[in-house]
């Protein structure tokens, strides 16, 4: 296992991804419009049909060495996926459940100084079909090892190692922005 540097685009926040493997998380690849939204709404860049490219741990593998506080939080809909911004530099850098109960972050891989660590992608998530319909790649590796390791951090008590999450009260580090319809409405939602 590896410890991988990160850092949003213009280095204002930067910090470790601590032992990185592809046992010890999951490579996925997510062609969701609500991924594919997030990074247009704050690169401007619209992925297409390449999808979006996250590593799987939990919270506590993700240490920051500077600016933390930049750290801002946005949801197209808040009691689903939370999606961690630089407020810096505005790229999307996390993506988690918006409660810390359930130990889950997924890291933007082209955040990583270097992608070696987690290996290639190891699953899909919702892969266009062409009959319009979706599916998923390796299903027990993308949701079975989500579970396992929640599981596993919840046991050991690391789910409360989080920078994400106030835990006293269970709410986000920075306050959920949740875009206007006005943002909304040029994103593939």
């Not at 926040?13 to 990185?20: E, F, N, R, S, V």
């Not at 062609?31 to 939204?37: I, K």
């Not at 090892?145 to 920078?163: C, F, H, N």
Request: include cysteine.
């Amino acid at each position: 296992m590896t410890d991988v540097p990160f850092s949003c685009t213009c280095g204002g926040i930067k910090g470790t991804l601590h032992g990185a493997s592809p046992t010890a998380g999951n490579h996925v690849r997510c062609y969701c419009a609500y991924c594919r939204a997030a990074v247009l709404f704050t690169t401007g860049r619209d992925v297409g049909t390449d999808g979006v490219e996250l590593y799987q741990t939990t919270p506590d593998k993700i240490t920051f060495s500077q600016g933390q506080e930049k750290l801002a939080v946005f949801s197209f809909t808040p009691a689903k996926l939370l999606r961690f911004r630089a407020s810096c530099c505005g790229v999307q850098m996390f993506t988690m459940l918006p409660t810390p109960n359930f130990a889950f972050t997924g890291v933007m891989t082209d955040l990583l100084t270097d992608t070696t660590a987690i290996g290639p992608v190891a699953s899909e998530a919702f892969l266009p079909q062409p009959n319009g319909s979706t599916r998923h790649r390796s299903v027990t590796r993308l949701f079975g090892g989500t579970i396992w390791r929640a599981l596993v951090a919840r046991v050991t008590g690391r789910w409360k190692d989080t920078p994400f999450f106030d835990i006293k009260t269970g709410k986000p580090v920075a306050e959920i922005y949740v875009p206007t319809a006005a943002e909304r409405a040029n994103l593939p939602l």
